[in-house]
């Protein structure tokens, strides 16, 4: 007996689609589905053809709808155990930290005198002051002038002067996970890491098992194929908006921010448009080569209630992504911010309609976005302040200033999901900044800019917060022009948002290394202030005699000598002062680009050849453009796999 289905079952099942939603589905099929003949549908009824065809289908929705389920409970045990690790870290770290400090109270009462009281070997640092390298100053460290390809593949060859320790099992794999491959220069794609990789790759794996699995690949069964691609589309819709939104409760539950999900959030985008792609096509064969031989015309099928919403969802997230492809971001950045807020939203009412199972979804996806946006950036995270804007010497680029009394105190509550700028802020964390007297396309506006000034101590009762804004198009040229004749501005200041892998990151490690690239100084400057505190800290937990010097190493690379000038030299003096290394090269435009994977390595096999009481650890994190970023993770890659205790973070920056 042939028990492939009708175009009549097909129908049916059409109709039976619509009414099963995941909370009836244990129910069985209503009343109203009729077989061939019009009588009401019964499963496994004997000398029933169609019936037959139709129990193949509707047991495929059913399971379908059963299935469906499991996805979200899958994505909460990842994001538990994520959270289980992040916060076990924190356990840890707070651990060794009491045990330090209680270490140093009992060698503070062994040696009330003083006079025995362990000091850091000198050999650390012996200088009181830093070692500036700026080329032209005096002891010069004469700059590596490499050719682009020859810079992005030196830090992966190990020099001959580095002390090779036996590196273990565990090392060799940090390695291969820290390692960033070269771009694919054929459509010019930048790479993320392998472990980054490998947790996108994971995510993709999980929405083909939940697409493909138990999916009969027959032609009279492809709408089951085609109804499963657009459950699982609207089952990824809250992960998408909640890895999007700037106020969500994963940072407090793994410790990563929007900015660190960002890369999840856009293959999360990209698969999702593939599963539409899928669930338009699959719903366009069913009718070719099923529904098509029975009558129905295409222009019929697809101006149908449901097809014609189907359709207005696919074109609208199919423009959202292609307006958010990297080289339409950057020429139309503004453009681009518009129609991310409008087409989400119409794409969002289009598929309510659409289809009742994507209702809960869809419900859920539309509160993230508003909560985000009405409740936090519009109401509880903003804050109008008036601020002094400069224009640097090369003319291109603007200081912002803005004195930000501080607000003490607070409910729990707020503290941890209404924290706003007069709470204060962190390094590395950064506000959207909004300057309605710009232009009237800029009231609704916010860009982000990394927070350039050291975060303010809990003793602070007023902060300073100076940001470093590039002219790039749009709104920063607006701002430079509007430089050149006011001195004075009211901006609108939503934030403080960031993560704080690289504060963990410096804290743990014995010496710290922090590389900046052009404007990534501002992510670094207040790093390297958070840095020093830390290891004054700790040293204090040590002994009241140890020194910081040397432990802290600033890697500052400048276009133009011009830029220098964003940071004051009383700023880099005070910082020299306290004894952090500063190497700054000449110039690129002057003297080439630096082997800056050379400087990383070279500073911590020196450091490490002199650190006295066990293996050193070095924390490294660097911000800046993507080539400067991947040679320095690939050096700290080689360094591991030479058995040197290295972590690195990368702090990118750029639309």
Known sequence: MDLAPSSSDIQAALRYSLVATWSSISEGPPLSITNAAGEPFKPGASGQRDSAGLGKLIHGIHFSRRFILSFQLVILTVLLAYTVVHWGKKVLRWKKRQAAAKWSRDVTYSYKDGSNVPRMDESHGSSSSSSSTLEGTASPTQPLKVDPVQEERSPLLRSPHVKTRKASVLKILRAWMVYQPQPLSIINKTLPSNATTLAVLALIGIDIFYTLYKVPFTVPMLFVFADRAGLVFVANLPLLYLLAAKNQPVKLLTGYSYESLNIFHRRLGEVMCLLALLHGVGMLGVWYTLLRPAGLGLARFLLSKIILLGIGAFVAYEALYFTSLGSFRQRWYELFLGLHIVLQVAALILLWFHHSN????????????????????????????????????????????????????GSALRKVFGRDITNGWKATEHVFLTVPSLARKHIIQ?????????????????????????????????????????????????????????????QESDFSIIVAGGSGIAVAWPLVWSALERHQEKDLEISAGARTTQRICLVWVVHERSHLSWISTEQMDELKARGVDTIIPEPTNEKGRPN???????????????????????GVVCSGPDGMNRAVRNTCSSLLRSGYDVRVDIEKFGW
């Open 446 to 506: 916010a860009h982000p800019f990394t927070i350039a000034s050291r975060a303010p101590m809990p003793s602070d009762t007023e902060a300073s917060l100076d940001l470093i804004i590039r002219a790039q198009d749009g709104f920063s040229s607006d701002l430079v022009r509007h430089a050149n004749s006011q001195s004075t501005v009211s901006v609108r200041l939503d934030g403080p948002y960031g993560s704080q892998t690289a504060v963990d990151l410096l």
């Open 358 to 409: 994507s209702r809960v979804y869809v419900g859920v996806a539309l509160a993230i976005f508003l909560i985000d946006r009405l409740v936090y950036r519009f109401t509880l995270k903003t804050k109008t302040t008036r601020a002094s804007i400069e224009l640097k010497e090369d003319k291109s680029t603007v200081t912002l200033h803005a004195g930000i009394p501080l607000v003490k105190g």
């Open 596 to 618: 800056v994977g050379h400087i990383v390595e070279s500073w911590i096999i020196k450091r490490d050849g002199v650190y006295q009481g066990g293996q050193a650890s070095f």
